[in-house]
């Protein structure tokens, strides 16, 4: 990494779960830091040094705040002063499960109407390689400045694990990859100053393409796991029991464990990025439709489960009071994007059930075609029920001794 110059000033555009952490970190590193945003609502929360990030504590974004190192705005006029740019806005899936870059590319105009010479634009959010090159590099060449001279542009994806405490932004190596060598040089010696490694990389179609392969890998592995939970059932073999003995050989494999399919915001849809973009080229990514297929019909087989386990105690789903334990995507987090949890209700509801949730992290749901507020009295919801869904695994529920109650349990975290 060459030398690093002065980098007084950092716009990161998107103060989500992905650029408020970059945001304090960097800040916490010394550099002056504006987060942009279309909401004036978390601005506010911002300036006021209030955080609606759960891995960023409000005693850790104040003191940035009071000292000038972090503020917030909505009006991107103000990126004409910035010296550098991170772009952390979300890419999700349309509804034919094609991406929408539409955040990436309206980020872009703001940034190429108020472009100047000197900038660095680094963007974050996952997409398919060839995204940094195809589609930004043109938008902001229409300044009429030239990359690699003028201004420099490279990708470096977001590693965020919600609620994970090990690996942070900070100690998280950073991919990166830029449109010329001096554009990896530019972006590497800003990331250098807050991250504690940088791993560079050829190009930013090598950095895209990274992103995209961890979260297939995972997304592949679990359908593969999820595909022996459902041989296993077949064959009257506990699955867990397999894979735990598996996981004891301490070469050639890593464990992976079943449940009730994917969630979150980045395992259920980042793959689909890739085959989206594979597919233009006429090749099917096989690997990760069949991973997909599996995947997303598990909140059927624990459905059908739960049918099962009320058809033995002589009652049947339609009319049934079912208790779901935990919304959220993955344990102690508030995000319940993409998860199976709400697929699960949803089909017990078109079932007859009497669904009710509890979760100490979301309180409400009302987003994603449901309108629903967790149980606030959980002993006297699991005395009610007729049936017991465990979904997500959150410390809260490590007290329960819910196998020793007399209702029906079904615990998609593991049956054995």
């Not at 590193?29 to 040094?49: C, I, P, Q, W, Y």
């Not at 990708?155 to 932004?169: I, L």
């Not at 995209?212 to 592949?220: I, S």
Request: glycine share 8%.
């Amino acid at each position: 990494m060459s030398q690093q110059h002065a980098i007084p000033h950092l716009g990161v555009i998107g103060m989500g779960y992905v650029g408020l952490p970059l945001a304090v970190v960097f800040a916490e590193a010394g550099v002056r830091v504006t987060g942009f945003d279309l909401s004036e609502s978390k601005m506010n929360h911002l300036n006021a040094g209030t955080s609606y990030i759960e891995d960023i504590p409000s005693s850790r974004l104040a003191p940035l705040v009071q000292k000038g190192l972090i503020s917030g705005t909505t009006d991107f006029d103000l990126l004409s002063d910035v010296n550098a740019i991170s772009i952390c806005v979300p890419t999700p899936l349309g509804k034919t499960r094609d991406p929408d870059i539409s955040y990436i590319v309206a980020a872009t105009q703001e940034i190429s109407t108020r472009l100047r010479k000197g900038q660095t634009i680094i963007l974050e959010s996952t997409t398919y390689p060839g995204t940094t090159r195809e589609v930004i590099l043109p938008k902001l060449e229409e300044s009429g400045l030239k990359v690699g001279r003028d201004f420099y542009l490279a990708f470096s994806p977001e590693r965020v694990d919600p609620g994970r405490e090990d690996f942070t932004t900070k100690n998280t190596p950073k991919v990166l990859g830029g449109v010329t060598p001096t554009c990896l040089e530019k972006a590497s010696d800003i990331y250098g100053r807050a991250i504690d490694t940088v791993v560079p990389v050829s190009s930013p179609e090598v950095a895209e393409m990274v992103k995209l392969l961890e979260n297939t890998f995972r997304a592949v592995n679990i359908g593969l796991v999820n595909e022996v939970l459902l041989m296993c059932d077949k064959l009257g073999i506990n699955a867990w029991e397999v894979i735990d003995a598996a996981a004891t050989k301490p070469f050639g494999f890593m464990k992976f464990t079943p449940g009730p399919g994917l969630g979150g915001h980045c395992i259920p849809i980042d793959p689909h990025y890739l085959s989206w973009k594979l597919k233009t080229l006429n090749y099917t990514a096989r690997f990760i439709e069949l991973a997909s297929e599996i995947n997303t019909g598990m909140p059927a087989y624990w459905v059908q489960k739960v049918q099962d386990a009320l058809n033995e105690s002589g009652k049947a789903v339609n009319g049934s009071s079912v208790l779901v334990l935990g919304v959220a995507y993955k344990k102690n987090i508030s995000d319940f994007r993409e998860s199976p949890a709400i697929d699960i209700i949803r089909l017990l509801k078109e079932k007859g059930g009497k669904v009710a949730y509890h979760d100490p992290h979301v309180p409400t749901i009302n987003d994603v075609g449901l309108a629903m507020i967790s149980e606030s009295d959980l002993n006297t919801s699991l005395q009610q029920a007729d049936c017991v869904v465990i979904v997500t695994d959150h410390s809260d529920y490590d007290w329960l001794d819910i196998k020793s109650r007399a209702m029906v349990l079904v615990d998609t975290r593991n049956v054995g």
